[in-house]
């Protein structure tokens, strides 16, 4: 079958740091993907990696390894808004279409 | 404002009756999802669309059905045979690697 695992829960403080992993088992395996769900609220995107390396976008990274089947996600110079569940997702093939397997989300609480 | 609309955001049926949540896109996108999203829970793939006139079931198909006759439209029917039918459901549509989401709908079924 086709899995995810990643921390059902993180806790940090304003201003750290804080890394989200995300290991993978899947079959047709096209990239990772990272998005962020508040409360009540939809999921929004925040990268995506197909080769393997680190992609930086402001405060937020991400990091894949093929070979590892292991990704990550940076959060850097944490703030209170940041608070919110964080979904690692695996882009795969579905027969001639592409589609999103997900983890079951982190949980990340920052604290004052 | 190009976007994705779901309505209502809020919807209450009795057991045994059929609902159709309704997505609206103006993005211009040609891949259109529907997913379902229980507590604590991730991302679940109900139906997805390609293309006008065309779909495919995902992971946790049976008990919905579906509609894509025009591109910006991919209205989600719950049936009476899906046994668990109160959760949120969120519909996407997606642009190369991107998924770009609605609101969502709280379905209670009573």
């Known amino acids: 079958g086709q899995s995810l695992e990643q921390p059902s829960e993180v806790t940090a403080v304003e201003g750290a740091i804080v890394q989200i992993n995300c290991t993978y088992q899947?079959?047709?395996?096209?990239?990772l993907s990272w998005y962020q769900q508040h409360d009540g609220g939809a999921p929004t995107f925040l990268s995506y990696?197909?080769l393997d390396g680190l992609e930086e976008t402001g405060r937020f990274s991400s990091f894949l390894s093929r070979s590892d089947s292991y990704g990550y996600l940076l959060l850097q110079e944490l703030q209170m808004k940041d608070s919110a569940s964080y979904f690692c997702a695996v882009r795969v093939n579905a027969g001639n279409n592409r589609k999103l397997i997900w983890g079951l989300g982190t949980s990340l609480a920052v604290n004052p | 404002d190009g976007g994705i609309t779901q309505s209502p955001k809020y919807l209450f049926r009795k057991e045994g009756q059929n609902v159709t949540l309704s997505c609206e896109q103006n993005?211009?996108?040609?891949?259109m999802y529907w997913y379902r999203q229980d507590p604590g829970q991730g991302l679940r793939l109900i139906y997805y669309s390609q293309i006008v006139n065309d779909f495919q079931k995902g992971d946790i198909a049976e008990g919905y059905s579906v509609s894509r006759e025009k591109k910006e439209s991919f209205p989600l029917t719950v049936t009476s045979a899906q046994k668990n039918p109160t959760a949120f459901y969120l519909c996407?549509?997606?642009?190369?690697?991107?998924?770009?989401f609605g609101p969502g709908t709280r379905l209670t079924v009573l």
């Open positions: 996407a549509s997606s642009r190369y690697n991107e998924q770009f």
């Open positions: 993005l211009n996108h040609d891949a």
């Open positions: 899947t079959s047709g395996f096209y990239g």
């Open positions: 990696n197909a």
